[in-house]
């Protein structure tokens, strides 16, 4: 008897293998099969909504990934024999309904449904396997803590598709000379039907960067109350939280993310700027709503030390989901080059752009355009405006030219496991 104890305390409640003390460790096991399912379950409507509906493959893997060394814990040792005590029929909860269910209204909401229940089922298994396998129960925890990470990744993923859907084109502006100026600008951006600007002035001091973001805003919001254009400013989140400004742009010399957000606030959008692969994926995690990749070519705005190649930015167009603007010396010559890396966003400075095209000219790029993209494009004068007037026209165009069916981003489903 003394050694019976023994081995109780070292390994737990006897398994199913243990036929002495079957009926007191019954219902634990059957209870540890029950969250094992669930958590299986959950993992891969998970998985299946970030490659079939999110079309994401960063995720995708991190996805599959966390449900195969699922299986693998739940393989080892006595866990694999859980199954020879399953008792569908006797189970007291089967039909049981709950009163109020999450909904499933959008994407964001199935990945969130399925997230619940997955670290519930998760936390029990680690719970559970204290009286039956304990040396599981560090695996369980390590894995629910990898769940919150890929929740985080594909909820933010989800909710950026859907607030930036439509939005092809961020113009980054400086701050003028003069005020008057600053604002003819942005009241010119936003009569060619551009939906976001970036406010980016790192000389401008900052009680007038923040004067310009707040005149900024005060312009869209009285040309678009219904929030459909977004006021981000560069850098700076006190700023951005300060004037109440729609999100922030942030560098890998800036904030990391989880500080920036805790500055704006979880509404605000959050872009990052990426320069590699391990970058762009970081940034997923981290909670970012936006990339701005590059820099692609030559700026009139900006000199570069290099530029990214275009293996990097191809990468991140075809296994990243979240929304991924273009940047760095993007004009009308180079639109064809970027949608064929798998873009269907760019971010242009007020003086990019290249040359100024003709009336005909403004004519075409408008009438291939969305009505969105293009309204107002005659009424854009001088080079500072030639970006917003006719690069969102042409990338329209572009885009749908190529890509006819489906968006720039298209990749092979792969196998089904």
């Not at 979240?322 to 080059?337: K, N, V």
Request: glycine share 10%; hydrophobic share 45%; net charge positive.
């Amino acid at each position: 008897m003394e050694r019976s104890g023994q081995n109780r305390g070292e390994r737990g409640i006897s398994g199913p293998a243990d036929t002495g003390e079957i009926g007191a460790a019954a219902g634990a096991w059957r209870a540890l099969d029950a969250s094992a399912n669930r958590a299986g379950e959950a993992l891969r409507v998970i998985e299946d909504v970030v490659r079939f509906v999110l079309d994401d493959a960063h995720l995708t893997g991190l996805a599959k990934n966390l449900r195969h060394d699922l299986a693998a814990v739940l393989a080892s040792g006595r866990l694999a024999d859980r199954i020879e005590l399953r008792d569908v029929p006797s189970d007291v909860g089967a039909g049981v309904e709950a009163a109020a269910a999450m909904p499933r209204a959008t994407v964001h909401d199935l990945v969130a449904a399925n997230a619940a229940r997955a670290a519930q089922a998760l936390r029990s298994l680690e719970e559970v396997s204290r009286l039956l396998e304990p040396e599981a129960s560090a695996a369980f925890e390590r894995l629910r803590y990898r769940l919150y990470v890929l929740e985080r990744g594909a909820i933010g993923t989800a909710r950026a598709a859907e607030r930036l859907r439509g939005v092809d084109l961020c113009v980054l502006v400086d701050g003028r000379d003069h005020a008057r100026g600053f604002e003819r600008l942005v009241e010119a951006i936003l009569e060619a039907g551009v939906r976001m600007l970036q406010i980016r002035d790192k000389d401008l001091p900052v009680p007038l960067l923040a004067e310009r973001a707040r005149a900024a805003i005060a312009i869209v919001r009285r040309r678009h109350p219904n929030g459909r254009a977004l006021v981000v400013v560069n850098d700076r989140a006190d700023v951005a939280a300060a004037v109440g400004a729609d999100g922030v742009h942030t560098g890998a010399d800036d904030l990391p993310l989880p500080l920036v957000r805790r500055v704006v606030g979880p509404r605000a959008l959050l872009g990052r700027t990426a320069h590699d692969l391990a970058e762009a994926r970081a940034a997923v995690l981290d909670g970012a709503d936006c990339l701005g990749v590059g820099p692609c070519f030559p700026s009139h705005t900006k000199s570069f030390a290099a530029y990214a190649p275009p293996e990097f930015l191809a990468a991140v167009a075809s296994e990243i989901a979240l929304p991924a603007f273009a940047i760095g010396g993007i004009t009308l010559e180079r639109i064809d080059e970027v949608v064929a890396l798998g873009y269907s966003r760019v971010a242009v400075g007020s003086r990019d752009g290249g040359r100024r095209p003709g009336r005909r000219g403004r004519r075409a790029h408008r009438a291939a355009a969305s009505p969105a993209a293009a309204a107002g494009g005659d009424n854009f004068s001088g080079a500072d405006n030639l970006s917003a007037s006719t690069i969102a026209p042409a990338m329209s165009a572009s885009s749908r030219e190529r890509y006819p069916t489906h968006t720039a981003r298209t990749r092979a489903s792969g196998p089904t496991r």
